[in-house]
């Protein structure tokens, strides 16, 4: 790892804890949003106009101050503001890496704390966000495997990651600018890749990509969301039914032997019954390659053997392979495989007509890579941590 450049930090200022008490309209859905409003005294008759556009306010303007809806009566907006609330988690840290990642603290009710991270590339912006604080899984690899699951994330908290960033990137649409428009985009992407699994928390997660996905607001296709799973096999078909998004599966392994160990949950759902869950994806959502997350482990799943049978194993399913170098994090049980061993492995792969790029770790300088996340705050015996991962997909 090459010498860095010094970080920069900054404590941001600007209160974003929702105060107690009052519901939180960020994270609702446009159902919950209306029924929030019927209940609150809006005419049911008006209610679908209202959350159209109290919508646009919240997630295309990225506006948190009800008095700034001028298309709102006074007396609507004074409702408004006595019965809801617009807030998002608090932001207490952010970093910034000399290669332009930044990674922010983020603190959610209950005082835990997550991280997301912003990865810049020159075409595009990817965020990596978080579905839950821990993880209810235990891949020996992994950081965040290490720490019992302490909460699901709301959608809100969700969403919420996504706002916040926009907010510190400065990336909501200028006034003037149309709904939907184009142009480019600071924050392009999303991948669910953060802390948690993402299908263990399906409905909060679904309903927030539903969210970022709304052509009224967010507006991210949903080809720009990848959501990543260990391989929770009966998930696997909702989201394409329900969420349409891209899918990564943290795959690491070529026989259930290894993959047992790496990601356990292969204890419950095999390789083959993982794999015929995917072969039906592609088609069910009319998308892309599933791309096959694949960390290289030193001595472990990263000989040729593993290549050839990873070959076989992908027949019959539109896939692209993501080395990733594995991250260390003190204590890991791993090494992360030589350069020389990664090139050879994504060669068999790419002879076999598999793209399978090796993904560089980014903001290396302030833990920001996959698997170096890690937040403070929590106080079980092992060390609490969070995986980030880079967008390259
Ligand atoms: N729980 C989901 C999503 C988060 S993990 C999942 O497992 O897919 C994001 C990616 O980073 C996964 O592929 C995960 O296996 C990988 N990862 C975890 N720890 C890592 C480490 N120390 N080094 C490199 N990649 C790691
Ligand atoms: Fe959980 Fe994913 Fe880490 Fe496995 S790799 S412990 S599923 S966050």
Same mark, same amino acid.
């Given at each position: 790892?090459?010498? @860095?450049?010094?970080?920069?930090?900054?404590?941001?200022?600007?209160?974003?804890?929702?105060?107690?008490?009052?519901?939180?309209?960020?994270?609702?859905?446009?159902?919950?949003?209306?029924?929030?409003?019927?209940?609150?005294?809006?005419?049911?008759?008006?209610?679908? %106009?209202?959350?159209?556009?109290?919508?646009?306010?919240?997630?295309?303007?990225?506006?948190?101050? =009800?008095?700034?809806?001028?298309?709102?009566?006074?007396?609507?907006?004074?409702?408004?503001?006595?019965?809801?609330?617009?807030?998002?988690?608090?932001?207490?840290?952010?970093?910034?890496?000399?290669?332009?990642?930044?990674?922010?603290?983020?603190?959610?009710?209950?005082?835990?704390?997550?991280?997301?991270?912003?990865?810049?590339?020159?075409?595009?912006?990817?965020?990596?966000?978080?579905?839950?604080?821990?993880?209810?899984?235990?891949?020996?690899?992994?950081?965040?495997?290490?720490?019992?699951?302490?909460?699901?994330?709301?959608?809100?908290?969700?969403?919420?990651?996504?706002?916040?960033?926009?907010?510190?990137?400065?990336?909501?649409?200028?006034?003037?600018?149309?709904?939907?428009?184009?142009?480019?985009?600071?924050?392009?992407?999303?991948?669910?890749?953060?802390?948690?699994?993402?299908?263990?928390?399906?409905?909060?997660?679904?309903?927030? %990509?539903?969210?970022?996905?709304?052509?009224?607001?967010?507006?991210?296709?949903?080809?720009?969301?990848?959501?990543?799973?260990?391989?929770?096999?009966?998930?696997?078909?909702?989201?394409?039914?329900?969420?349409?998004?891209?899918?990564?599966?943290?795959?690491?392994?070529?026989?259930?032997?290894?993959?047992?160990?790496?990601?356990?949950?292969? @204890?419950?759902?095999?390789?083959?019954?993982?794999?015929?869950?995917?072969?039906?994806?592609?088609?069910?959502?009319?998308?892309?390659?599933?791309? =096959?997350?694949?960390?290289?482990?030193?001595?472990?799943?990263?000989?040729?053997?593993?290549?050839?049978?990873?070959? @076989?194993?992908?027949?019959?399913?539109?896939?692209?392979?993501?080395?990733?170098?594995?991250?260390?994090?003190?204590?890991?049980?791993?090494?992360?495989?030589?350069?020389?061993?990664?090139?050879?492995?994504?060669?068999?792969?790419?002879?076999?007509?598999?793209?399978?790029?090796?993904?560089?770790?980014?903001?290396?300088?302030? %833990?920001?890579?996959?698997?170096?996340?890690?937040?403070?705050?929590?106080?079980?015996?092992?060390?609490?941590?969070?995986?980030?991962?880079?967008?390259?997909?």
């Amino acid at each position: 790892m090459t010498a @860095k450049a010094p970080i920069t930090q900054d404590m941001l200022t600007i209160p974003r804890k929702a105060p107690e008490g009052l519901p939180n309209l960020v994270g609702m859905t446009r159902d919950q949003m209306r029924a929030a409003l019927i209940a609150a005294g809006t005419p049911e008759k008006q209610a679908k %106009m209202r959350v159209g556009q109290l919508w646009q306010w919240v997630y295309h303007w990225g506006v948190r101050d =009800f008095a700034v809806m001028t298309n709102l009566s006074k007396d609507y907006r004074a409702m408004l503001a006595r019965n809801f609330v617009i807030a998002l988690p608090e932001v207490v840290t952010r970093q910034v890496s000399d290669d332009g990642t930044r990674k922010y603290l983020v603190r959610i009710a209950g005082g835990h704390e997550v991280e997301v991270v912003y990865i810049p590339e020159t075409d595009r912006g990817t965020l990596c966000i978080s579905s839950q604080v821990g993880c209810t899984l235990t891949c020996s690899f992994c950081h965040t495997g290490t720490q019992k699951l302490v909460r699901n994330l709301t959608a809100g908290e969700i969403i919420g990651q996504v706002m916040l960033a926009r907010d510190d990137l400065d990336a909501w649409p200028a006034p003037g600018t149309g709904t939907g428009d184009a142009g480019p985009r600071l924050l392009s992407n999303i991948v669910l890749m953060g802390m948690g699994e993402p299908l263990y928390n399906f409905e909060n997660v679904r309903d927030a %990509m539903q969210i970022a996905m709304d052509g009224e607001g967010i507006a991210l296709g949903r080809r720009r969301i990848t959501l990543s799973t260990s391989g929770v096999v009966p998930e696997i078909a909702r989201t394409a039914q329900e969420i349409g998004c891209l899918l990564a599966v943290s795959f690491h392994a070529t026989t259930d032997e290894v993959r047992d160990t790496l990601v356990p949950i292969n @204890k419950r759902w095999n390789i083959e019954t993982l794999l015929e869950a995917l072969k039906a994806y592609p088609k069910a959502t009319n998308s892309e390659r599933i791309t =096959f997350e694949y960390v290289m482990l030193d001595g472990v799943n990263d000989t040729d053997a593993d290549a050839h049978r990873l070959v @076989k194993l992908l027949d019959g399913i539109p896939a692209k392979v993501n080395l990733i170098p594995f991250n260390e994090w003190p204590g890991a049980p791993y090494k992360r495989s030589s350069n020389n061993r990664i090139r050879a492995f994504a060669t068999i792969l790419m002879q076999a007509g598999y793209a399978s790029p090796i993904r560089t770790p980014r903001g290396e300088d302030i %833990m920001a890579a996959c698997g170096q996340l890690k937040s403070t705050t929590e106080r079980s015996r092992k060390s609490r941590a969070q995986i980030a991962a880079e967008a390259g997909l």
